[in-house]
Structure formats: structure tokens, C-alpha cells
């Protein structure tokens, strides 16, 4: 009788747990909007660069990619490692496009959209310094817009 009891027991429980997690989701937002937790930032994507914020508050976020180009444009979004700087990325796209992503380079996320679109990425950004990048290649040129200067540096802090 004891398991017929418990099974009565979990068959009130969700409902007793639903509306208690609506409770704390509710809460969850609210103390978000008063501390201002929550990354959020819009980039817009035209040829051939990215225009948006330089500096980010570390956290939990969504970045946001406008394309207002006339191309598909992608956000490849990733960290640089072992105090790596733009200036070691234009060395190492100097050489070309490497077939991989170098071991200093940590990717984060990325996005696409055509003309018109959006994009998201849902990112955990800890503090640093963070490279957008977009591999599409240009329909004229042939070449990724990475190589045609479609780059951007942002700051985590």
C-alpha cells in the first residue's frame, strides 16, 4: 500500500512542481532585469565588416547578426587564447586561410543570413577577447570576406 500511496503522491506532484517552476522562472527574470545580467548585442553584417558594440559585459548571451549586405554574410564568432591579438590573425591570414583553426583560437559560436536576415548566437562569454569573422566567400572575388577585411574585435570584460 505504500507504493500505491507514493504513486498517488507523484501524480499530484507536477502540477504542484509546474506551477512552482512558473514561480521561480518569473523570479529568475525579474532579478535578471534588475541586475542587467543577460549579454545581449546586434552586429550589423554589411561588405565587407561587422559594426556593433567593441565591448561586451562577460555573461550568458545572445548575439545578434543584422545582415544588411547584399551577400550572405556569416558570424563565426571565436575567443583568442594565450594573449593572442588581432595583429597575430592578420599575421597568420597573411600566409591564407588555414585549413584549420589555429590552437589559440577557441570557437564560440556562429551564425549566417542572407540578405535581409537575422542571426543568433547563444554564447557563455568569460572575459577576454573575442574575433567575429565571416568565411563566406564574396561572389565576385571568390574569396572569403575574412580575407577582403570582414572582421571585427570585441572585448569581454
Not at 534588475?34 to 565588416?49: D, I, K, L, S
Request: hydrophobic share 30%; charged share 25%; aromatic share 4%.
Amino acid at each position: 500500500s505504500n507504493n500505491e500511496s507514493a504513486s498517488g503522491d507523484e501524480q499530484s506532484q507536477p502540477a504542484d512542481d509546474q506551477s512552482d517552476a512558473q514561480q521561480t522562472n518569473a523570479e529568475e527574470t525579474e532579478t535578471d532585469e534588475a541586475t542587467g545580467a543577460g549579454v545581449e548585442g546586434t552586429y550589423v553584417a554589411t561588405e565587407f565588416a561587422f559594426e556593433g558594440p567593441d565591448v561586451l559585459p562577460a555573461g550568458d548571451g545572445k548575439l545578434t547578426m543584422d545582415n544588411q549586405g547584399k551577400q550572405m554574410h556569416e558570424l563565426a564568432l571565436g575567443e583568442l587564447l594565450d594573449g593572442k591579438t588581432m595583429d597575430d590573425l592578420h599575421a597568420l591570414l597573411e600566409k591564407g586561410l588555414p585549413k584549420q583553426p589555429p590552437k589559440w583560437f577557441r570557437d564560440v559560436g556562429g551564425t549566417g543570413a542572407k540578405p535581409g536576415e537575422m542571426g543568433t548566437i547563444d554564447a557563455e562569454l568569460t572575459p577576454g577577447t573575442y574575433i567575429m569573422i565571416c568565411f563566406v566567400p564574396d561572389k565576385a572575388s571568390k574569396k572569403p570576406h575574412v580575407m577582403l577585411g570582414m572582421m571585427k574585435e570585441v572585448t569581454v570584460e
